[in-house]
């Protein structure tokens, strides 16, 4: 059973980069997807972007210009570097497997979620 | 962005009795497979969102039976047949028919 864990530093400075890692727990994530989605506290979930194995991206435009998304196949892990960050960025950051757009983008299984507060 | 919207935002049913769910998208029905890219999560307290059903109605392996998804196109509809304590959850749709991919504002589900 495939599982996810998310790591990375919890507190970031406004204006400075939230930079976090999703560990797939398989010996190859050869051909795999991994999605990175947030949840503000006590809100919604916000589909941040998408990235392949081979390092193909998709990002949610309203992040696109402060996103970035990159591979390690070697060690099985998936990053996501998110700029400039704000108050508003304070959120539980979940990672989580998805499909691609012929089998289903659904989301499954999810990581535990990495809870970064971006304060001074 | 596919807006969905979800209602009610909170539910209270009785245990044993029946809880529905609805979402409402625009058109998320791909004709050429018809398949509607919509999926239906569980997110316990604490815990990450749960998948519960994919392609509108088809279960997860190991979801109990008693959730079951239907609807097509525009309209669909999560139920739990006979509510148990352990479903007290927020439960959230989900869209893959198009990026960016996006997700209903949740609906709490609580005991009555």
């Known amino acids: 059973q495939l599982r996810l864990q998310e790591s990375g530093a919890r507190l970031v400075r406004p204006s400075e980069t939230l930079s976090l890692t999703c560990s797939f727990s398989a010996d190859s994530i050869s051909g795999m997807y991994c999605s990175w989605i947030r949840q503000p506290p006590g809100k919604a979930l916000e589909w941040i972007g998408q990235?392949?194995?081979?390092?193909?991206?998709n990002f949610n435009p309203s992040f696109k210009s402060r996103v970035s998304m990159s591979v390690d196949t070697s060690s099985s892990q998936f990053s996501l570097i998110l700029s400039s960050v704000t108050a508003a960025d304070t959120a539980l950051y979940f990672c989580?497997?998805?499909?691609?757009?012929?089998?289903?983008?659904?989301?499954?299984?999810w990581g535990q979620g990495a809870q970064v507060t971006v304060s001074s | 962005d596919i807006v969905l919207t979800q209602s009610p935002d909170s539910l209270a049913v009785s245990l044993g009795e029946r809880a529905t769910i609805n979402c409402k998208s625009s058109q998320i029905l791909y004709s050429s497979s018809n398949r509607n890219y919509l999926a239906w999560y569980q997110q316990r307290p604490g815990q990450p969102p749960k998948l519960l059903m994919y392609w509108a109605s088809t279960r997860e392996s190991g979801v109990p039976d008693r959730f079951s998804g239907s609807g097509s196109g525009t309209d669909f509809t999560l139920t739990i047949s006979s509510l148990q304590a352990e479903d007290v959850s927020v439960y959230y749709c989900?869209?893959?028919?198009?990026?960016?991919?996006?997700f209903g504002q949740g609906t709490k589900l609580e005991i009555k």
């Open positions: 989580a497997r998805t499909w691609g757009a012929a089998a289903g983008n659904w989301f499954d299984p």
């Open positions: 990235i392949h194995s081979t390092g193909l991206t």
């Open positions: 989900q869209q893959y028919y198009h990026p960016p991919y996006t």
